[in-house]
């Protein structure tokens, strides 16, 4: 083989086949945010108390402190979190989500259902995370 043949092949194989490998490890939006919201339950559920202040001093302006209080009560942190982040994407009552949420459905649904799309909830989970540490 020459070395021109040598080089059209490795320029194929750059081209073509390596991004449709790096596409092919990106999670969907659903499991992006399940995945979120895990990491978040993971790290914060050690300490709630400590959590909740930081909750709170996030959401201070769009949330009031017993609305939190409330759903850390009948939720994981995670789900708290997404919870609120649908809040206040859809200006629905929290209790709306919360209440979607127990009677089984999921997050795509409940965002469909409240008029958001999906991929901003994940990013305002993920801005969640970033912003408390």
């Not at 999670?27 to 300490?47: F, V």
């Not at 709170?56 to 982040?85: C, D, H, M």
């Amino acid at each position: 083989m020459t070395v021109t043949g040598k080089v059209l092949i490795i320029s194929f194989v750059f081209t073509f086949l390596f991004p449709l490998a790096s596409f092919a490890g990106r999670l969907s939006e659903p499991e992006e945010l399940d995945r979120t919201i895990s990491k978040i339950n993971e790290r914060q559920s050690k300490n709630l108390k400590v959590f909740e202040k930081k909750t709170k001093a996030y959401f201070f302006e769009s949330q009031k402190p017993e609305a939190i209080e409330s759903l850390l009560k009948e939720f994981r942190p995670g789900e708290a979190i997404t919870v609120l982040v649908l809040s206040n994407l859809s200006r629905k009552p929290y209790k709306e989500i919360a209440a979607m949420k127990k009677s089984g459905k999921g997050w795509q649904d409940i965002a469909e259902k409240s008029g958001v799309k999906l991929k901003n909830v994940v990013k305002e989970v993920k801005d969640f995370r970033l912003g408390i540490g």
